[in-house]
């Protein structure tokens, strides 16, 4: 008999952590009896119907009151739906994913007596997405459901140190480190195509520059860093240089990014509404985020706090350079100098710098971007990380 994994996950929208579980998992249920519980989707975000419909006959069951707001009511029916459905699947393996399921669901894999219960810190909430107060008490609350944790993995070994030593939520030997795993052929077939059809459909010529930057667009992402960048790069360009900059994504923020950019004069506009003449465009999610990546020269990221970032070590697979801040394990995801720059956090003037040697040297583009693809192919393969996820769950067994 196959032992019985449940699988509980903050929502299944278009994202790092469901992009990342869902072929995993597909590639587990051979092995396991699996069942993925699942919250709901807010209003600024997408389903992952695509990546669903690639990913067949996976076991789904949607915790209805499950929601990314704190709201008591909600939350009280969604935790005890998920220990209802412990009761009922009666799994020898509990895994959760995201603060508030890891909340909820550790808790109530305890009182249901799982012997086996694992957590995958994305990232982490210790700073930058609530005020100190509330910091304080989740990382308090962390190290409480730690001591009911068989045992926590981190996605980098950056992330790894923050857990153990910066913020002490458990000890070194209980946090394994097992990387992001990406399966290339996605983002390494038809490229040329790929390019040329998202160029077309956004009317952009093959000389121009493209940068985008793709997450939500909530504050710990820090998209006004971004637009700062984006005022200084068109005004120290050479003329002769068109650049186009892309925000591929949506959330809480979208119509202050777009006040700031009004302020600077910044031209911009929706994919909906294409206008030529934008500097900037709003493409809201997009379902082939490879398509994207193909026909853009330059991914950047700007936030605040990070865990592992997808969109880095996607970039890289499509041999593109990038441009990102200094935060949690954002420097574990490419080789500062040789497939992109790290720059320090908050920091526009040399965010800027070191864009502008990708922008006016396509040399340096394209060494980079060689260096990219290779770090990535070499670092974050998924087989690697089925395996160890594989060694993970069956060492429960013994």
């Known amino acids: 008999m196959k032992p019985k994994l449940l699988i509980i996950l903050n ?3 278009i994202g790092g952590q469901a992009l990342d579980t869902i072929p995993l998992l597909y590639n587990l249920k051979e092995e396991f009896d699996l069942l993925i519980l699942h919250g709901r989707k807010e209003k600024d975000e997408i389903e992952a119907t695509a990546l669903l419909h690639q990913f067949r006959s996976l076991p789904l069951v949607l915790n209805p ?12 029916g969604a935790f005890f ?13 509990v895994h959760t994913h995201g603060l508030k399921s890891g909340l909820m669901g550790r808790v109530a894999a305890y009182l249901a007596g799982i012997k086996c219960v694992y957590h995958t810190y994305h990232g982490h909430h210790f700073h930058s997405y609530f005020n100190p107060f509330i910091s304080k008490w989740i990382i308090l609350a962390e190290r409480l459901l730690a001591k009911i944790t068989t045992s926590l993995v981190a996605i980098s070994a950056t ?13 070194s030997e209980k946090i394994q480190v097992i990387p ?3 399966d290339k052929n996605v983002f390494s077939s038809n490229n040329e195509v790929a390019r040329q059809q998202f160029r077309q459909h956004y009317a952009i010529s093959d000389k121009a520059i493209t940068i985008g930057i793709i997450g939500r667009i909530v504050p710990v992402k820090n998209l006004l860093l971004f637009t700062q960048v984006v005022a200084n790069t068109i005004r120290q360009k050479d003329n002769s240089t068109a650049v186009k900059f892309f925000i591929i994504g949506d959330g809480q923020d979208k119509k202050m990014v777009m006040a700031d950019l009004d302020k600077n004069n910044i031209r911009w506009c929706k994919a909906d509404n294409l206008d030529s003449s934008a500097q900037v465009v709003f493409t809201s999610w997009v379902t082939h985020v490879a398509l994207a990546l193909h026909g ?16 880095l070590i996607e970039a890289q697979f499509c041999g593109k350079p990038v441009v990102a801040t200094n935060v949690g394990g954002v420097k574990d995801t490419f080789v500062d100098g040789e ?3 790290l720059v320090p956090a908050g920091n526009a003037g040399i965010f800027t710098e070191k864009l502008m040697l990708l922008v006016t040297d396509g040399h340096l583009r394209a060494n980079m ?13 998924k087989a690697k990380e089925i395996d160890s996820f594989k060694q993970l769950y069956h060492s429960c067994e013994k």
């Open 11 to 13: 929502r299944l929208v």
């Open 296 to 311: 853009l020269d330059v991914v950047v990221l700007t936030s605040h706090n990070e865990g592992t970032p997808l969109s």
């Open 65 to 76: 009151y499950f929601k990314r707001k704190l709201n008591v009511i909600n939350d009280i």
């Open 180 to 182: 992001l795993g990406i």
């Open 339 to 341: 497939s992109g720059f």
């Open 81 to 93: 739906f998920i220990l209802s459905t412990i009761l009922k699947f009666k799994p020898s393996i």
């Open 159 to 171: 992330q790894k140190n923050e857990l153990a030593i910066t913020y002490k939520i458990a000890p």
């Open 369 to 381: 971007g060689r260096h990219a693809a290779a770090f990535a192919a070499n670092n974050f393969s």
